[in-house]
């Protein structure tokens, strides 16, 4: 499983949330998501640990804890949802020809 880390500074590194994380265990990864089109940090993070324990006692001490001037958002990460359709079934689809003008 892993940590979402929620309300990052843009300036953060994974050099430096490993830092923060490696003070309760042993970090696998470190994941800082980037914006595909201006490839700026996205503010959020995931964090593996090596076991659950050591994961519980970071979100247990880092969620809401003040770190480089915001506060910080810990907790378990949820899995991936599955994003199979273009339109994520919401709203028309763009196959949907009674909708376009002629």
């Given at each position: 499983?892993?940590?979402?880390?929620?309300?990052?500074?843009?300036?953060?590194?994974?050099?430096?949330?490993?830092?923060?994380?490696?003070?309760?265990?042993?970090?696998?990864?470190?994941?800082?998501?980037?914006?595909?089109?201006?490839?700026?940090?996205?503010?959020?993070?995931?964090v593996e640990m090596s076991t659950d324990a050591e994961?519980?006692?970071?979100?247990?001490?880092?969620d809401g804890a003040e770190w480089m001037g915001r506060?910080?958002?810990?907790?378990?990460?949820?899995?991936?949802?599955?994003?199979?359709?273009?339109?994520?079934?919401?709203?028309?689809?763009?196959?949907?020809?009674?909708?376009?003008?002629?």
């Amino acid at each position: 499983m892993s940590i979402y880390v929620g309300n990052l500074s843009y300036e953060v590194t994974e050099a430096d949330l490993n830092s923060v994380f490696a003070e309760y265990g042993s970090v696998k990864r470190v994941q800082l998501p980037t914006d595909r089109e201006t490839g700026r940090k996205r503010g959020f993070g995931f964090v593996e640990m090596s076991t659950d324990a050591e994961e519980n006692a970071a979100i247990e001490a880092l969620d809401g804890a003040e770190w480089m001037g915001r506060d910080l958002k810990v907790n378990k990460a949820k899995p991936r949802e599955d994003r199979g359709s273009f339109n994520g079934g919401g709203g028309r689809r763009r196959d949907n020809f009674s909708s376009r003008r002629y």
